[in-house]
């Protein structure tokens, strides 16, 4: 994670930024004239829901998910207290596991399910949302370094395919957990 506090830039200079690290990646529901890759979120004090709020991976319900995101805070909440953002390290909190439970992970898939933050919400995804639903690893290898990382998150994973509904949200949801409560794996900027 790299942080760079106060600065004030340009969505152009946003896209050009993260291209330094990759080609960008399109976001299905980007508003118009910002262009395909950024995404706006915004929330208030009476927001209902807040899209990205509780542990999660952007895009994993997509064929290709992206290898990250470049976070632009324009506004934080009245006060100045809450919006913290964090991130976990995702190979440690496998390699936390114990090694019975790895080797049970390793091999399983899961849908991930892009309209399970709409239906969760009570929402129906916009007409325009090409919806996409994708069977990935439970634990996949990252592209570069090899190493294997849990990748499941309660927001669009929907189920472990080679199991009962029951057994999967069961393993699921001790998992969500896992990534929850494994304070020293994660870093947190105010």
């Known amino acids: 994670m790299l942080v760079f506090r106060d600065q004030d830039i340009t ?17 299905a529901l980007a508003p118009q004239g910002s262009g395909p ?22 895009g994993t319900a997509d ?8 976070l632009y805070v324009t506004r934080i909440p009245e006060g100045g207290s809450g919006g913290d953002t964090l ?11 114990s090694p019975t439970l790895r080797g049970f992970l390793d091999g399983l898939t899961a849908l991930h399910d892009g309209a399970l933050p709409w239906t969760a919400a009570g929402q129906t995804p916009p007409p325009e949302y090409d919806v996409p639903r994708t069977e990935h690893p439970v634990v996949v290898r990252h592209p570069q370094n090899g190493r294997r990382l849990l990748f499941v998150n309660g927001p669009y994973t929907s189920h472990i395919t080679q199991l009962s509904r029951a057994e999967s949200d069961a393993r699921l949801e001790m998992l969500y957990a896992h990534i929850a409560r494994t304070p020293l794996l994660h870093c947190r900027v105010r």
């Open 87 to 97: 991130l976990q390290h995702a190979p440690r909190l496998r390699r936390a596991l």
């Open 63 to 70: 064929p290709e998910p992206s290898l990250g995101s470049v």
């Open 37 to 58: 890759h950024v995404l706006e979120i915004r929330a208030g004090k009476d927001s209902k829901a807040v899209a990205g709020n509780g542990w999660h991976s952007d």
């Open 11 to 27: 969505p152009e200079q946003h896209k050009r930024f993260a291209g330094a690290f990759g080609e960008l990646h399109p976001v």
